[in-house]
């Protein structure tokens, strides 16, 4: 992991990121930033996510309003690193603006998204844009139908030379989910088939379950388990588990600990249990987790004092003998393994009757919780926001109080969160934006999602805001094609997560965890274009065409295009890329080609991965500035090229993840 340290110096708000490749310091670079102030009155904006409260200063812009700020340019190369807030948790918004350098545009976005945070975007200044010492005025145009807040910007030094840094070995850990024991031979046939990939770290995780097995049990899996980890030589990851089979037995013999659900179509008596815990309170709507088809295992409630001191005395007793057994092999921990409420997206269909608007959960023990904050928890006439908004951040707390358990005995190793990404119950279907994923957010501890089925970037891309995050549980058991498999990947690589863990890969057919582990590696060694021949022009000053993109990963930061320049004065280029459907744009750059310019590749470089989202198809539009005719190769889509820098988006990300820790 790219190391980062910081200093501030005097009035200029200096910052410097340095950044050592693995363990050859001779290697680093810094990247310094200024702050531009783009107003002398400020607006403040603040919000709430999972366990933290982020506030921003800047000023907010009116549709079709700009700001503007002068600056001295440094002496060395540098960019632009600019950042917008969405405040607004309610759906579907729409941010929009253009930044120009002395009235000529450097960046433009126009960015669909939903919910709060920060969204950031990198704008290189070419040193030709920027002659030393002269002023210069860097304006924020707001093009959108949406008041935009924006904050100060902030230009940074050394960025290019950061972008030109490989990686380490010790990056990014791709683990993959086993039985705590030995291993099969078939199992070790499969896992040494992963090659190993520079930027990469290959690592086995497994789930204890310390609130289901005795102290010994454990140890003795701890001690098969290093066993396994020591003869293909690769470190581990623990996930201790009291969820799923890792279920205290305690949940399926006392009904007070289990999760209390509510459907208005339920009339299934459950008996006598439910009534007496549940008294006067009681209504046929009323009912359990169970039947269910996960082997009848009850879900268990998060409220329960007597269960979760359960919980964590037998955590306390487990995980440090689990630690001493795995020494110096264990890398870090994940918490749990999706604890959540039985409702809403649960199958639900082993139930004895149809449960239509599944609420949960009811317990007394989460009722009397509630009512200690001042809400009453009462399905019956419908959850109010404000209940529904309690029993969110009820969850919140369990996650991060769990993951507070394994942090205070784990010494220095992380302790990753552990939340599903996608919108479910209970904030799924109201008119706030509220996802899973922000169950797993706390200050204390890396943010670990799970993720399955379409890659969402707008989650991943409000993730690397919030600082260190993992795809802690890729569920590879979605029945999606390996492409998309490897799109996730990448896109995880790319937005800075610290982790894969890859939970039923023993599930796929071994040809396919080959091309899917193997080829989202190969995507960290880029090639570079060849040159298309024969070359057969056509003079034009604006050409567009669809860009040849997989529609499972359509993402990319460089497009290679076959240009030659016959004319006498150089050709300024800008290119626009749009899905094809709503014209959107996700894509913008602006480059040059030198006079009297033979025929060669012409680099674009994206300093931002296009906007686009999984399964959009997208087109390009170039065109040279002053009607200055240029030479391109008769078919666009066959001249041109596009490459997605995964190395390099990871640079931008860590950058971004550096600021927010500072």
């Given amino acids: 992991m790219r190391l980062f340290a910081a200093f501030a110096a005097s009035a200029l708000a200096l910052m410097a990121l340095s950044a050592p490749t693995g363990a050859d ?74 930044v120009s350098l002395d009235s000529q545009p450097i960046a433009k976005r126009d960015l669909q998204t939903q919910g709060v945070g920060r969204r950031s975007q990198f704008a290189r ?29 902030l230009l940074l030094t050394g960025y290019q030379d950061e972008l030109a840094q490989p990686y380490g070995a010790d990056d990014f850990i791709l683990s993959f989910l086993v039985p705590p024991g030995s291993l099969s031979p078939d199992t070790q046939s499969r896992l040494k088939a992963f090659h190993p990939a520079r930027g990469i770290t290959r690592a086995l995780s497994a789930e204890f379950h310390y609130a289901a097995r005795s102290p010994q049990d454990l140890v003795a899996s701890a001690e098969a388990f290093k066993a396994s980890a020591d003869l293909l030589g690769w470190p581990v990851v623990v996930i201790p588990c009291s969820w799923w089979a890792g279920t205290p037995p305690e949940v399926s013999a006392r009904p007070e600990f289990q999760q209390v659900c509510y459907s208005p179509t339920d009339t299934y008596d459950e008996g006598a249990s439910l009534k007496a815990l549940l008294g006067d309170a009681w209504s046929l709507h009323y009912g359990w987790t169970v039947p269910n088809i996960w082997s009848n295992t009850p879900w268990q409630t998060m409220n329960n004092p007597e269960l979760n001191a359960l919980r964590e005395s037998r955590l306390s007793e487990s995980l440090p003998r689990i630690i001493e057994t795995l020494g110096s092999r264990l890398l870090c921990f994940i918490t749990e393994n999706e604890p959540m409420y039985w409702a809403g997206d649960f199958p639900d269909g082993n139930y004895p009757v149809v449960r239509k608007d599944l609420m949960a959960d009811f317990n007394p023990a989460t009722a009397a919780s509630a009512a200690r904050d001042g809400i009453t928890l009462n399905p019956e006439d419908g959850l109010s926001e404000k209940e529904r908004w309690w029993l969110f951040r009820n969850l919140t707390n369990y996650i991060t109080t769990s993951a507070s358990w394994i942090a205070s005995l784990a010494g220095q190793r992380p302790v990753y969160t552990h939340a599903q990404v996608d919108e479910q119950f209970p904030m799924k279907y109201t008119r706030r934006y509220r996802p899973n994923l922000e169950h797993a957010v706390d200050e204390r501890f890396p943010t670990g999602v799970e993720m399955l089925w379409d890659t969402d970037i707008c989650a991943l891309q409000r993730m690397r805001e919030w600082g260190s995050w993992g795809l802690i549980n890729r569920e590879e058991g979605d029945s999606r094609p390996i492409s998309q498999h490897i799109a996730m990947a990448a896109a995880s690589y790319a937005m800075g997560a610290g982790i894969l863990n890859s939970y039923n890969w023993l599930a796929l057919k071994q040809d396919d965890t080959e091309r899917y582990f193997n080829g989202f590696a190969a995507l960290l060694s880029p090639s570079s274009p060849a040159l298309p021949t024969p070359a057969r022009w056509t003079a034009t000053d604006r050409i567009s065409w669809a860009l040849p993109t997989n529609p499972d ?32 744009l996700v894509g913008w750059v602006s480059g040059s080609i030198p006079a009297r310019a033979p025929q060669s590749f012409v680099s674009l470089e994206l300093d931002s991965m296009t906007d686009a989202k999984q399964g959009e198809a997208l087109e390009a539009s170039l065109h040279s500035s002053q009607g200055i005719q240029i030479g391109l190769v008769a078919s666009g889509a066959a001249a041109a090229q596009l490459e997605f820098n995964l190395v390099q988006e990871r640079h931008r990300s860590q950058i971004i993840q550096f600021l927010q820790a500072h």
């Fill in 125 to 153: 200044l070419e040193s030709s844009a920027l002659p030393y010492s002269k002023r210069h005025t860097l304006a924020v145009l707001n093009t959108g139908q949406e008041r935009l807040f924006v904050e100060d910007a």
């Fill in 25 to 98: 310091s001779e290697n680093s670079v810094k990247i310094a930033g200024r702050l531009l102030s783009l107003s002398t009155r400020r607006d403040s904006v603040s919000y709430v996510v999972g366990n933290r409260r982020f506030s921003h200063r800047g000023k907010w812009l009116a549709p079709g309003s700009a700001l503007e700020a002068p600056f001295l340019a440094p002496r060395e190369p540098c960019a632009l690193l600019m950042r917008v807030v969405l405040p607004d948790d309610t759906r579907n918004h729409r941010m929009s603006y253009t």
């Fill in 553 to 584: 990963m359509p993402w990319f930061t460089r497009l290679d295009i076959a240009l030659a320049n016959p004319s006498p004065e150089p050709a300024i280029l800008t290119l626009e890329v749009r899905t094809r459907e709503g014209r959107r």
